[in-house]
Structure formats: structure tokens, C-alpha cells
């Protein structure tokens, strides 16, 4: 059994910053790619950031220079600094871990005030 928990969520000011977290606990023999999605109300789930086994990293273009991915695999937890935000960053923010299949967390709101 796999569980995914994020946590950080929270209301903000614009320009004001976020740290997510995920962890994962459980049954796990390796974690591959972690990431981050987000869904806002009324629009599609889109990817935010992604992290390899390896360390390398993807952003999407509306977050480039403002948000940071990164993993400690010996905690088996993944972080998204969130720096000056936006009020078009509002959404529910949805770690998924890639072990032998995705795994995903239940989402923590990220809500950005005007």
C-alpha cells in the first residue's frame, strides 16, 4: 500500500510565496519521475513541474523563474517553492509519484488573493 500526502497549501497574497510538500510512505521498492499538477476551477489538469530519478527537471512556461521542484529520495518527499505568485495560480495542486505505476495525493488548495 502506497500513500501520497501533500501538504502546504494555504491562502496568499499576490506576490507572496508557498512551500508544498509531498510524501510517500508505504510499500515502495523505487521512485522513478515525481511531480506536480494543478486544476483550477473550470479548466483541464496541467502539469507544473516534474523531477526525474536523476534530477532533472520540467516546468511549465506560466511558472518558469518562479517555481522550484525538488526531492530528498531519502525521505521519499518532493517540495514546490512557490514564489511570487499569482492569482491565476489558484488551483488545487496534485502531487503523483511514479513507482512501478502512478500514485497520486488527494491535492492541497493553493489559493492566491488579489
Known amino acids: 500500500q502506497v500513500q501520497v500526502v501533500e501538504s502546504g497549501g494555504g491562502l496568499v497574497q499576490a506576490g507572496g510565496s508557498l512551500r508544498l510538500s509531498c510524501a510517500a510512505s508505504?510499500?515502495?521498492?523505487?521512485?522513478?519521475?515525481m511531480g506536480w499538477y494543478r486544476q483550477a476551477p473550470g479548466k483541464q489538469r496541467e502539469l507544473v513541474a516534474t523531477?526525474?530519478?536523476?534530477?532533472?527537471?520540467n516546468y511549465a512556461d506560466s511558472v518558469k523563474g518562479r517555481f522550484t521542484i525538488s526531492r530528498d529520495n531519502a525521505k521519499k518527499t518532493i517540495y514546490l517553492q512557490m514564489n511570487s505568485l499569482k492569482p491565476e495560480d489558484t488551483a488545487v495542486y496534485y502531487c503523483?509519484?511514479?513507482?512501478?505505476?502512478?500514485?497520486w495525493g488527494q491535492g492541497t488548495q493553493v489559493t492566491v488573493s488579489s
Open positions: 508505504g510499500s515502495i521498492a523505487n521512485i522513478r519521475d
Open positions: 503523483y509519484v511514479l513507482i512501478s505505476g502512478p500514485y
Open positions: 523531477i526525474t530519478s536523476v534530477g532533472n527537471t
